[in-house]
């Protein structure tokens, strides 16, 4: 879930057809062989002259006497790595037709589950344009819950208004409402 945020453009703009493209920034964990480390060079020509050399002798420390020094040598071998990088995602996203978003939540310091409770009751009766809740899920990331109704049609009436005035604890507080939506990977290419 993306967290809603109030922005002010002040960037270039571009073409329409460049206006849904999606900047990844991959996060790398490559996993290692026992013995073995990843040493990542901020210069590429440095990590090139370490490869091309191939073998390496690393000087550990360790006490000053001389008998001791032949064992604080470790012969180490350098090899270049390829790791796979996204050069293409496409995610294919679906608007949910009984499911809603609920942000703008207050903090008041009450558990998760009282407060799903507290959100289900609200929507579930008809005259605060609801219906029956048949799940209920808090997102941590966000902070904010998705409601699953039973039937159709109840999540597009309560998107339209967009907020509503919710009364929580000791007070009420105005809930945003927005469509939910679901994404799956529909293709992705790596370099």
């Known amino acids: 879930a993306l967290p809603e ?17 999606l900047v990844l920034t991959p996060l790398i964990h490559y996993p290692l062989l026992g013995g073995s480390a990843l040493i990542t ?6 990590a090139q ?4 050399v191939k073998e ?8 000053d006497e001389m008998e001791e020094f032949d064992q604080c040598r470790m012969r180490v071998q350098a090899a270049p ?20 978003l609920v942000s703008d939540l207050p903090r008041l310091g009450i558990p998760e589950e009282a407060l799903l409770d507290k959100l289900e009751l609200f929507f579930s009766k008809k005259k605060n344009g609801g219906g029956e809740v ?10 904010q819950v998705v409601l699953i109704f039973a039937q159709d049609g109840v999540a597009e009436l309560l998107i339209e208004k967009g907020h509503i005035q919710v ?10 409402i927005s469509p939910c939506m679901s994404g799956d990977i529909t293709g992705l290419q790596v370099r």
């Open 5 to 21: 945020k109030k922005m002010v453009f002040k960037g270039l703009v571009t073409n329409k057809e460049d206006s849904n493209k």
């Open 41 to 46: 060079f901020e210069k590429a020509e440095v």
């Open 49 to 52: 002259r370490i490869i091309e």
């Open 56 to 63: 390496h002798t690393v000087e550990l420390s360790c006490g």
């Open 81 to 100: 790595v390829d790791i796979l990088l996204p050069s293409f995602l496409e995610i294919g996203l679906a608007q949910s037709s009984r499911s809603i």
């Open 134 to 143: 048949e799940d209920r899920q808090f997102l941590d990331d966000t902070g």
């Open 167 to 176: 009364p929580i604890g000791k007070g009420k507080y105005n809930l945003k």
